[in-house]
């Protein structure tokens, strides 16, 4: 059994400033993680995903992410948000047995005050 | 490359009434996901089709719901005799191939689907 929990799920913050976006995970077995971003009326997009290797995971548009097995935590952030961030971010799982049946969470929204 | 493409973009419909959603996967992908989106929720897995098979529709409602990914086509999901608790958005999800290392799924713009 997987799980993702996302913790607030409405977040703001100023242009500028640090975004952090918290992502917690449960998983029986080694995990693959994901974030991916909605715009509004839009699909999701892959924003990073982590399977092996480096737990630091950089993606697009300037966000990273970090793996954290001993606290199961996968949280997004980006040291300088632009207004063209506010959107909804989703983390999600999968894992390495069977096919890629994913869970995601119920979604972040990020605001970004000018 | 034209990306996952899902039509209607936007569905009404009348209670009681038949909704048809379509997917067309990425070229080259022959693995699709739906998902559902309630409102102020996430995505909830819905059901695994590879060409002419369900793999896996543990997400479905028993009732009213099927999906199908034939041979040629699109792939559809159907919901029958539609209920306002069904109004949501649907989106479909495609990837090379559906083992291994996680290949990333990529998402249509979804279908929202209302109910009258």
């Known amino acids: 059994a997987q799980s993702v929990t996302q913790l607030g799920s409405h977040v703001s913050v100023s242009e500028g400033a640090l975004v952090l976006l918290r992502c917690n995970y449960s998983?029986?077995?080694?995990?693959?993680l994901f974030w991916y971003v909605q715009y509004p009326n839009q699909g999701l997009q892959l924003l990073l995903k982590y399977t092996t290797g480096a737990t630091l995971v950089k993606g697009i548009n300037g966000f990273e992410a970090e793996f954290k097995k001993s606290e199961t935590s996968f949280h997004l952030t980006k040291p300088s948000a632009h207004m063209s961030d506010a959107a909804e971010y989703f983390c999600?799982?999968?894992?390495?047995?069977?096919?890629?049946?994913?869970?995601f969470g119920t979604g972040t929204k990020l605001q970004v005050i000018p | 490359n034209a990306g996952v493409m899902q039509n209607p973009r936007h569905l009404v419909r009348r209670r009681g009434q038949e909704a048809r959603l379509r997917c067309s996967p990425m070229k080259g992908h022959s693995h699709v996901y739906w998902y559902r989106q309630l409102p102020e929720e996430g995505l909830k897995f819905m059901v695994y089709l590879q060409k002419e098979n369900i793999i896996d529709e543990s997400g479905m409602p028993k009732e009213r719901f099927s999906a199908e990914f034939p041979k040629e086509g699109p792939s559809i999901l159907r919901i029958q005799q539609v209920v306002r608790g069904d109004s949501a958005a649907y989106f479909c999800?495609?990837?090379?191939?559906?083992?291994?290392?996680?290949?990333?799924?990529?998402f249509g713009p979804g279908t929202r689907l209302l109910v009258l």
């Open positions: 999800a495609s990837s090379p191939k559906g083992q291994g290392v996680p290949e990333t799924q990529y």
């Open positions: 999600a799982v999968t894992n390495s047995g069977g096919y890629q049946k994913v869970t």
């Open positions: 998983s029986s077995v080694p995990p693959y």
